[in-house]
């Protein structure tokens, strides 16, 4: 019996894992507790007891963490307690409130708003934004002796009352930042199976961003594929801010591994590149369009019947909603921009003398012949006009006048790191790509482990 036909739908181990497991369909999965080293990875047997525990990568990481959270410890929480008599409140600004009516709801007089926003710092009251948070500390007299106003979880502003007036104090805290490992196998979209693997959504989109370049998201995507990420995850107090990039990444698809790891150059700027110092980016983009936005064309369990037609018409057709933004894929200079009874809306854009990209059955068209276009930059939107079945994008890759195909033409390299910058880059960026291994293998390590458990009876 196969790990697909058998646990197939009681499984409820965490999505990740589960997809990992079906990479190896022929293991018999008998035995039920496995413990490797600090993992433990528990399964629901089918008609049996549910065991599920933690997930493989769950461990992984809190290890990892151990390791790294060396971050400063945060500074303690302000508390003035000098007026030990304060009554506090707390205020929230909502959709429509000011100052006054906000306060007013809080128990505020108008005598002491007037005093709060005259003080020193009182034009800092001035911009609020709905979410902005206010604890107010009042004394018998209802006076307000501290304010504090709360901007985000790392900076707030105390109004401490001291001799007559508002001295005003500006704290800031800083979050703790710790990496994130998460390993993943696609099973459908992008952007579900990144879900799986708890990947926030900034994050997935970043993945799609950095290896976009040399994978087509659309349609050469494929199940089994399979991403490992170390992540930046910002916390304050053990409660999570929110991800902030990825620090390195690998990407299986079909078999070819691309890695990337964030590299910031010495004048300040980031980017991410190949271990061998090649960026990432390329002088063009492999897809025209957000892969995002894209419906059809994205969805794996669907057939892209437009997919056969590539070629028969020597070019790629992209199903899209109407109005979805069409980029030009390369810095360039517009030399067509009309309308054709077959072709419909359409843009030619010529990248130096080599190459020139074509976009068809445009719904609008946002740029004019002669002008200069960047990467990426809004040339029109996708429509449905000339000879066209419904809204999508016709898209044609030309290098010297002959038709290739956009999905598999060899795009010019990238530029390498600057010779200058070489040792330093390969300083910095070295160990993030071995931990970035490291947390790959006891991944896959522990894995094994299920399997050879399994393997036992
Ligand atoms: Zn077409």
Redesign the pocket.
Known sequence: MSLDSRFKSPVRMPEAVWSILRAFPQRHLIASVLVAGAVVVMLVLPGGKEIEKRQVIESVELEFRRVDSAAPAAAPDVVVQSQPTLRWRSAKVKDGDNLSTMFVRAGVSAGEIYNLTASPGGDLLGNLYPGDQFRIGIDATDKVIQLEYIKSPLIRYIFAYEDGNYRTEKRTRKADVLLGFRQGIIRDSLYNSGKRAQLPDSIIMEMANIFGWDIDFVFDIREGDQFSLLFEERYLDGVQLGAGDIIAASFTNRGKTFRAVRYQNSDGSTQYYSPDGLSMRKTFLRTPLDIFRISSGFNLKRKHP?HK?IKA?R???YAAPRGTPVYAVGKGKVVKAGFHHANGNYIFIQHGQTYTTKY??LHKKKVKVGQTVSQKMMIGTVGSTGYSTGP?L?YEFLVNGVHKNPRTVKLPQADPIPVNESERFERTTKPLLVKLAIYEQASQQALGSIEDAANVH
């Open positions: 437009i037609k018409h070019g790629v057709d068809l059955h999508h016709h």
